[in-house]
């Protein structure tokens, strides 16, 4: 994902490390271990959120969506970030809130991902579809949606993860 080019080494060699770890222990009892995974997607995770709460606070959102090399490229009209909830980000009262916390804006960054993450996890029934989703991320989601579905009225997400 573009999204980690920026990842430092030591994380990535130590989420190969700790996947290994994770591993071995699922051998000696695959259902005691087995939430293991899930910490782990939740490190990449809470990297993935606060890397895209510093895009929307820099403006440096894509503002540009190409589906695949064949497709044309469309422009993406006000990128911002919408939680799994249903809420932008920008607008949500929690993060907002945040933001007068007397920090760095990069440890901020950091403050929301990890808010964003809980807030997720007691709220709904996470499924590893991202606690975030930018609108080029929805526009690529209705399109395979839509390549998916037999009917011309698919369900499209920039419509039912609608502003609440």
């Not at 290994?20 to 259902?31: A, G, P």
């Not at 996890?121 to 080029?136: A, F, H």
Request: glycine residues 4%; negative net charge.
């Amino acid at each position: 994902m573009k999204v980690f080019e920026q990842a430092d080494s030591r994380v990535i060699d130590g989420l190969i490390d700790l996947h290994r770890v994770i591993n071995r222990m699922n051998e000696k009892d695959r259902e005691k271990y087995r939430f293991l995974y899930q910490m782990k997607d939740a490190i990449l995770e809470v990297r993935r959120l606060a890397i895209l709460h510093r895009k929307e606070r820099l403006g440096e959102l894509t503002k540009l969506h190409k589906q695949c090399s064949r497709s044309p490229v469309e422009e993406v009209s006000d990128n911002h970030l919408t939680c799994c909830l249903g809420v932008k980000c920008r607008e949500c009262d929690i993060l907002k809130g945040l933001e007068d916390v007397p920090y760095e804006p990069e440890v901020i960054d950091d403050i929301k991902a990890w808010t964003c993450l809980v807030h997720a996890l007691k709220s709904t029934d996470y499924t590893n579809d991202g606690i975030i989703m930018t609108e080029n991320d929805k526009m690529y989601w209705d399109n395979v949606m839509q390549s998916l579905s037999a009917f011309d009225d698919s369900p499209q997400l920039s419509t039912e993860r609608s502003e609440t």
